[in-house]
T-cell receptor, first 115, second 115 residues
Framework: NAGVTQTPKFQVLKTGQSMTLQCAQD?????MYWYRQDPGMGLRLIYY???????DKGEVPNGYNVSRLNKREFSLRLESAAPSQTSVYFC??????????????FGPGTRLLVL | AQKITQTQPGMFVQEKEAVTLDCTYD???????LFWYKQPSSGEMIFLIY??????QNATEGRYSLNFQKARKSANLVISASQLGDSAMYFC????????????FGTGTRLKVLA
């Protein structure tokens, strides 16, 4: 039981390049999330998927796209990377969303540097 | 709109002492859940404790307790008998029952435990 896994762990991009961050969970969770973490800003929600087949924008969606490939996998794509997207990216999942006590489980994070 | 405020960017505590990390929140949801997470220097996010808005008693998990004051909209984390391993970033988060599946995070408090 690996929990939430993310690839890659580190990535360096040049401005304008594209890349996809991969996330997978093996806990049969319905909901999945992508956050970015910047110093002094806490975690900000980029996109989330309440259930397979649905995606919604979070607080900072500009410059990103997502795909909920199946129940297990939720990918985040940067089509044209910008230095402002330098950050640590976390994927998270949680079980059936109606229970308020359902905590999120986080992946180890992807550290992205855009030059 | 929902909001979490953590006003202490950094805190110091002597080993074996207790420390309180502040968290205030704002929501119009009649029911909601409050969470605390720990992020050590290694970067992973670790769930610590949960408090439901209708819970009659304050939540406790080992050395962690949540001082929940609903009227004041505060959900402070109390760590008793601090240990060196408690040095980390601590995030307060909230999830409302308004039909979305989003979690809102505060900006965090960095705790340093002194030997």
């Amino acid at each position: 039981n690996a929990g939430v896994t993310q690839t890659p762990k580190f990535q360096v991009l040049k401005t304008g390049q594209s890349m996809t961050l991969q996330c997978a969970q093996d806990m049969n969770h319905n909901s999945m999330y992508w956050y970015r973490q910047d110093p002094g800003m806490g975690l900000r929600l980029i996109y989330y998927s309440a259930s397979e087949g649905t995606t919604d924008k979070g607080e900072v969606p500009n410059g990103y796209n997502v795909s909920r490939l199946n129940k297990r996998e939720f990918s985040l794509r940067l089509e044209s990377a910008a230095p402002s997207q330098t950050s640590v990216y976390f994927c998270a999942s949680s079980s059936q969303g109606r229970g308020l006590q359902e905590t999120q489980y986080f992946g180890p994070g992807t550290r992205l540097l855009v030059l | 709109a929902q909001k979490i405020t953590q006003t202490q960017p950094g805190m110091f505590v002597q080993e074996k002492e207790a420390v309180t990390l502040d968290c205030t929140y704002d929501t119009s949801d009649p029911s909601y859940g409050l969470f605390w997470y720990k992020q050590p220097s290694s970067g992973e996010m670790i769930f610590l404790i949960y408090q439901g808005s209708y819970d009659q008693q304050n939540a406790t998990e080992g050395r962690y307790s949540l001082n929940f004051q609903k009227a004041r909209k505060s959900a402070n984390l109390v760590i008793s008998a601090s240990q060196l391993g408690d040095s980390a970033m601590y995030f307060c988060a909230m999830r409302g029952a308004s039909g979305t599946y989003k979690y809102i995070f505060g900006t965090g408090t960095r705790l340093k435990v002194l030997a």
